[in-house]
């Protein structure tokens, strides 16, 4: 009975291991997000499909995304844009920051006009007229290929916010 015993407690143990091998493996599983939220913590945008001289709007995580490609030739803020070969980049997240509304483009001004309170930006996201004080935002992106991944910051993005 003294081997019974011990065949006994050694199954035990062993049932008692897989159970909580297991039920760790399973906790660490629920901690990583679900595909869905990693596929949307980023919008990739191609850019070459961008238009040249006027904004293309996108959406990353619900918020309204801007990007305005120029040419080379056009005037380049280091804190406010990216140059990617023979085009300069100035990505922003459309979102008023004053109120948090959504301003709409007018094109034929060049102009973000916020509908709370008459806030105007230019076509940089600078603030022109109105109770707005500061720019609007540029969100953490990369360059990836010939791709923007906006929500991912890459190396373009760290040394731009290190000049701001």
Same mark, same amino acid.
């Given at each position: 009975?003294?081997?019974?015993?011990?065949?006994?407690?050694?199954?035990?143990?062993?049932?008692?291991?897989?159970?909580?091998?297991?039920?760790?493996?399973?906790?660490?599983?629920?901690?990583?997000?679900?595909?869905?939220?990693?596929?949307?913590?980023?919008?990739?945008?191609?850019?070459?499909?961008?238009?040249?001289?006027?904004?293309?709007?996108?959406?990353?995580?619900?918020?309204?995304?801007?990007?305005?490609?120029?040419?080379?030739?056009?005037?380049?803020?280091?804190?406010?844009?990216?140059?990617?070969?023979?085009?300069?980049?100035?990505?922003?997240?459309?979102?008023?920051?004053?109120?948090?509304?959504?301003?709409?483009? /007018?094109?034929? #001004?060049?102009? !973000?006009?916020?509908?709370?309170?008459?806030? +105007?930006?230019? =076509?940089? %996201?600078?603030?022109?007229?109105?109770?707005?004080?500061? /720019?609007?935002? #540029?969100?953490? !992106?990369?360059?990836?290929?010939?791709?923007? +991944?906006?929500? =991912?910051? %890459?190396?373009?993005?760290?040394?731009?916010?290190?000049?701001?």
């Amino acid at each position: 009975s003294d081997l019974h015993r011990r065949v006994l407690n050694y199954s035990f143990l062993a049932l008692v291991g897989i159970g909580g091998y297991h039920s760790v493996g399973t906790m660490f599983s629920s901690l990583e997000p679900p595909k869905k939220a990693r596929l949307d913590a980023a919008t990739f945008v191609a850019l070459d499909a961008l238009p040249l001289n006027e904004p293309a709007f996108f959406t990353w995580q619900k918020k309204p995304i801007c990007i305005l490609k120029q040419e080379a030739t056009a005037a380049y803020e280091p804190k406010r844009d990216v140059k990617i070969g023979e085009y300069i980049y100035t990505i922003m997240i459309g979102i008023c920051t004053h109120l948090g509304c959504v301003p709409k483009y /007018s094109a034929s #001004t060049k102009e !973000f006009i916020c509908p709370c309170h008459s806030g +105007v930006f230019d =076509e940089k %996201g600078h603030p022109l007229r109105g109770p707005v004080t500061k /720019s609007l935002v #540029t969100p953490p !992106f990369k360059v990836q290929n010939d791709y923007l +991944v906006i929500g =991912e910051a %890459g190396e373009e993005y760290l040394h731009m916010a290190k000049k701001a």
